[in-house]
């Protein structure tokens, strides 16, 4: 959900799901932005997002952003509740990305207790998404999927499987994306995202600014395959186009995930 189509949202009342919001977005008291989430909340389910906690950093949770974030979530009632699987602070300053960590036992200790903190003080269960990635840790002991699976069992947490991420890095790193996507566990997955990428050279960089392509569309529907009817958004955050087609690609991917209903039920 984009300012840029906060009207032609709410002028249309398009036949969608649901839509999801950055959470930061709308910590302020007031203003244009909380009124236009106020008006779509009113006729769809929410689900909102967060870019800021930095869970995986060794600065202590920021406190004053949790409080806003369990207002807003009090206010609104989203059906979902999420973050990365990522860090992006270093000693209260903040970084304009979303960094991997390293995946070692001692990083799985540490985040799994702040996501257990996070979702003590919220009242509710969290989804972490994965992110993408361009370089890895030398002293990273075991593979991402694992790493993942790993945080949600240990607390709790439900998973935000991003389809475009695991493409990326699959690429930049040169791992089997099947291989990923199996080892999730199907059952704590209530979430998919779809994006598109750019590349530079032999990297792909997820700037979130094209159509998604053929090769994760693929990928997409091998996760249904593996986690069944799961809501999915499309995110589009740089160079975005007219609403009609983000719904374009929306329907594009209702029309795999009503293919799996179908199959399911047969």
Not at 1 to 22: C, N, Q, T
Not at 88 to 115: C, K
Not at 128 to 153: D, G, M, R
Not at 225 to 251: C, K, M, Q, S, Y
Request: charged share 20%.
């Amino acid at each position: 959900m984009r300012a840029k189509h906060y009207k032609d949202i709410l002028s249309s009342l398009p036949d969608v799901g649901w839509f999801e919001a950055h959470s930061e977005n709308y910590f302020a008291d007031g203003g244009q932005a909380l009124y236009y989430l106020e008006q779509i909340r009113s006729n769809y389910p929410l689900s909102l997002h967060g870019v800021g906690l930095s869970l995986g950093s060794t600065d202590p949770l920021n406190m004053a952003h949790l409080r806003k974030l369990k207002s807003l979530v009090q206010r609104f009632e989203p059906g979902l509740v999420s973050e990365h699987l990522s860090w992006g602070s270093i000693s209260a300053r903040y970084l304009n990305d979303l960094l991997p960590l390293p995946y070692t036992e001692e990083a799985l200790s540490h985040v799994a207790h702040r996501i257990e903190q996070v979702q003590d003080f919220l009242g509710r269960q969290m989804l972490i998404e994965n992110v993408s990635s361009y370089l890895q840790f030398k002293q990273s002991t075991l593979p991402e999927w694992e790493f993942l699976a790993e945080i949600a069992a240990r607390s709790g947490c439900g998973i935000l499987l991003d389809v475009n991420n695991i493409y990326v890095s699959a690429v930049n790193h040169q791992f089997d994306p099947l291989v990923y996507l199996r080892a999730v566990p199907a059952e704590a997955v209530q979430e998919i995202h779809l994006a598109g990428f750019d590349s530079n050279g032999e990297c792909l960089i997820d700037t979130h600014s094209k159509p998604i392509c053929e090769d994760v569309w693929t990928l997409y529907r091998q996760a249904l395959a593996h986690v069944g009817n799961v809501p999915t958004l499309i995110e589009w955050d740089t160079d975005i186009p007219e609403f009609a087609v983000l719904l374009e690609e929306a329907r594009k991917a209702e029309a795999m995930l009503q293919e799996v209903r179908h199959e399911r039920v047969a």
